[in-house]
Structures are given as structure tokens and as C-alpha cells.
């Protein structure tokens, strides 16, 4: 008899009981909008602004609806004008280009590394050839970049750079939080993140003239002294004129949520790498199969597994994921003709001027991912491990 597994790759944890309650409160007050305070009250939104700087060291914290939305405000806060070519990696999702796409600017595709992280060498080339002052970096499903050698190349080419952390939120590189290297980090707290408010997202900066025009542009109408992770009012005085109100606030309803999740952030990182940790040790050593090794100065949340299947023909990847499938395993390949799901390529966003990168296509071809929802046990991850394994060895050339 083969193991079959009977988990739920995409079941997360239920919101814990207290912030049910804080939830539950901000509802009979009735006052959800960020600014519908009392005097001297700060709010939720507020608060959840205060600790997420205080949690990834920042200056200044905007809560805004989503974590595509924060993408967005950031490159229209760093002043990103329509036309401008905007460098991003070629292995990211979708709200990525379509960030860029947003304000009219063009993007420009970096390639991918077998280690799944953008490739330096082609960002010297791409930069160079663009001529872009704009980096948007994903740390595509949690691979972190060795982000010291990144920011000499982009700080020597005069090249800001916004990360996009949707899923390094709790990681750090050599101990520097990720979106903390960058210009600007923006996080995304939507049900499959690292915190769970539905939707939602989150905007880091220590430069004062960027985090006035983010909440300028968050939809702040000239309520910026609500904000207490915000600069002086004698900042917005030099920008409030000219920037537009691009509504996209977050309410008090999803900070009081988010605020409790974020205490235990650290804890639940911890889960989630531990089982991370179980199906690698499964899978290592499997014929055909390559493992990500993650980098010593990498402090990930393994939230999310990917390993490669490199060189192997696409039907026998296809015929691979529907085996595991059958047995209760769901993988998402990258390789795929047409984006399915949540899983796209940079070639299927037609709306961007064809790019070739070859050396990326072998990558993105041969790269299987998989969720880790803290719903799985370390049992669970063992059985998953093994499963994949089977069926890799039963197809390995
Ligand atoms: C989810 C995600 C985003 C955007 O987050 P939303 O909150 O869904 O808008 C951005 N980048 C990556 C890599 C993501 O996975």
C-alpha cells in the first residue's frame, strides 16, 4: 500500500483567541477607520505601525491594504515616473511587475541563481544596459540574497533599492532583518504570509521624505499627526501639496489582528523552519533532486519549500506532480506552459516587452514548490518527504 497524505497545503492556523477579542472589541466601538480615534487614542493601526518599526528596527512604519499596494506606494514615494525602467527579479509573483506596471513604468527582468536568489552578475549587466535607478527585489518564497554584496553593486551604481520581504517577514540576513538593507521593505500580511489578517500589508523606511509621501499617499487626506510612526509634521509640510491621495489604508479591524500575530512572529518562525528543516532531511540525497542550500548568514521562514528538478523533460515533471497529487501531495511547478494559480513566469506577463533569459528558463523550469502550513505536523512532513522522494526515485533518469 502507498502512503497517502490527507493534510491541507493551504489551511492556515485559526487567528489565536486574543486577537479574536481585540477584534471583537474594535467592532463594538464601531470606530474601524484608522482616523475615527478619541482624543488622546492612538488606535490600532497606529500601535501595529509602533511595532512593526520597533520590530524590524525601522524609523518610520505605514500599515497600508495590501501587500501589493505597499510595492506600489513605495515606488511612487521614491519617485518612480511613468516610463521609467524599473529592474526586478525574473522568478517573482505576479503583484511584482504588476507594482511597476502600476505606475506606468517598464520592468526590466534580472535573472535567477540554482540557489533561487537573483543573479549579480546579470544585475551588473542589466543595470549597466538599463540604465535604471530603481531595484524592486523579491525575496521570491524566502531566498535571501547575499544582500552586503548586492548593496555594493546597487549602492556603487547609484541604484535605490526597495525589497519586497511578502515572504522574509521575521527573516534577516547576517542579522540585518530583511527590508532592512534597502531604501524601502514592504511586507505583505495576506493569508498565505507569515501573519494573517486576510489582507493587508506593511511599509518600512528610515528616510523621512519617502514615509511622509507613503502615508501622503496611503490616503492620509491631512491626518498625518495620527501617525505616530511617521516624521515631524514639518516634513509633510515639504510634501503634502504634491502628492496624490492613492487611497489604500489599512483598518483598525485588521491591525488589532495583526498586532497579537506579530508578538509571536518569532515563535512561529520557529515552527515553521523546524518543519522546513524535516522534509529537507527527507529529500536530501534523492536522485535527480536538488536541494536550495541555504546560506549560514540566511536566518529564513521556512515557509515554503522548493527543490530542483534540473534537465528533466516537462513531461516527466508534470507526470510528477500528478502523482504526488494522487497521493495527497500538492506541488506547484514553475516550469509550466500556462501560469496556474499563484504560479507564473516573467513570460507570461505579456503586458511587459518580451525579455530572454535563458540561463533563467533552466531554473525556472526545473523549480517544484510546495507550502508548509504550521496546520502539518512533523509527522506530516516526514510522510510528504517520503512521498516526493518515491516518486521522484521511481522517474530519476
Ligand atoms: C503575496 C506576494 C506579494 C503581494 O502581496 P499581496 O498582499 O497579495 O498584494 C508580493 N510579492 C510576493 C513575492 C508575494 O508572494
Request: charged residues 20%; hydrophobic residues 45%.
Amino acid at each position: 500500500m502507498k502512503e497517502v497524505f490527507t493534510g491541507n497545503f493551504t489551511q492556515q492556523e485559526p487567528i489565536p483567541e486574543a486577537a479574536i477579542e481585540a477584534a471583537v472589541a474594535v467592532m463594538r466601538s464601531g470606530r474601524l477607520h484608522r482616523y475615527n480615534l478619541l482624543p488622546g487614542e492612538v488606535g490600532e493601526v497606529a500601535r501595529l505601525e509602533e511595532e512593526f518599526a520597533a520590530f524590524t528596527g525601522a524609523a518610520y512604519c505605514l500599515a497600508v491594504a495590501s501587500g501589493g499596494y505597499a510595492l506600489g506606494c513605495a515606488l511612487r514615494a521614491v519617485g518612480v515616473r511613468p516610463g521609467e525602467r524599473v529592474l526586478t527579479n525574473a522568478f517573482t509573483l505576479a503583484p511584482v511587475p504588476g507594482a511597476i506596471a502600476s505606475v506606468g513604468a517598464e520592468p526590466v527582468f534580472v535573472g535567477v541563481t540554482e540557489g533561487l536568489v537573483i543573479d549579480l552578475d546579470d544585475l551588473r549587466l542589466r543595470i549597466a544596459e538599463s540604465g535604471a535607478r530603481v531595484l524592486m527585489l523579491s525575496h521570491m518564497r524566502g531566498h535571501i540574497v547575499d544582500m552586503d554584496a548586492l548593496m555594493r553593486v546597487c549602492t556603487g551604481a547609484g541604484v535605490l533599492v526597495i525589497e519586497d520581504c511578502a515572504h522574509t517577514m521575521g527573516a534577516s540576513w547576517n542579522g540585518v532583518p530583511s527590508g532592512r538593507h534597502g531604501a524601502v521593505g514592504c511586507y505583505s500580511t495576506q493569508t498565505y504570509k507569515h501573519i494573517n489578517s486576510g489582507e493587508g500589508g506593511l511599509l518600512v523606511t528610515d528616510d523621512p521624505e519617502i514615509a511622509a509621501r507613503a502615508v501622503m499617499l496611503s490616503g492620509s487626506y491631512m491626518l498625518y499627526t495620527k501617525h505616530t510612526a511617521a516624521p515631524g509634521p514639518e516634513v509633510f509640510e515639504k510634501v503634502k501639496y504634491d502628492t496624490p491621495n492613492v487611497s489604500g489604508r489599512m483598518d483598525q479591524l485588521r491591525a488589532a489582528i495583526l498586532r497579537v500575530q506579530l508578538a509571536d512572529l518569532p515563535r512561529q518562525a520557529e515552527n515553521w523552519t523546524a518543519r522546513y528543516r524535516v522534509v529537507e532531511a527527507g529529500l536530501r540525497g534523492t536522485p535527480g533532486l536538488t536541494l536550495v542550500e541555504r546560506p549560514p548568514q540566511e536566518q529564513f521562514v521556512g515557509s515554503s519549500l522548493q527543490f530542483l528538478l534540473l534537465d528533466w523533460p516537462g513531461e516527466r515533471i508534470a507526470a510528477l506532480v500528478e502523482a504526488c497529487l494522487a497521493r495527497g501531495v500538492e506541488l506547484k511547478w514553475f516550469g509550466a506552459k500556462e501560469p496556474v494559480g499563484f504560479t507564473s513566469r516573467y513570460d507570461s506577463w505579456r503586458y511587459v516587452a518580451p525579455q530572454s533569459l535563458p540561463g533563467s528558463d533552466r531554473v525556472l523550469c526545473a523549480i517544484v514548490d510546495m507550502r508548509l502550513p504550521l496546520t502539518f505536523s512533523l509527522e506530516d512532513c516526514a510522510l510528504i518527504a517520503r512521498i516526493i522522494g518515491e516518486e521522484v526515485r521511481a522517474r530519476a533518469a
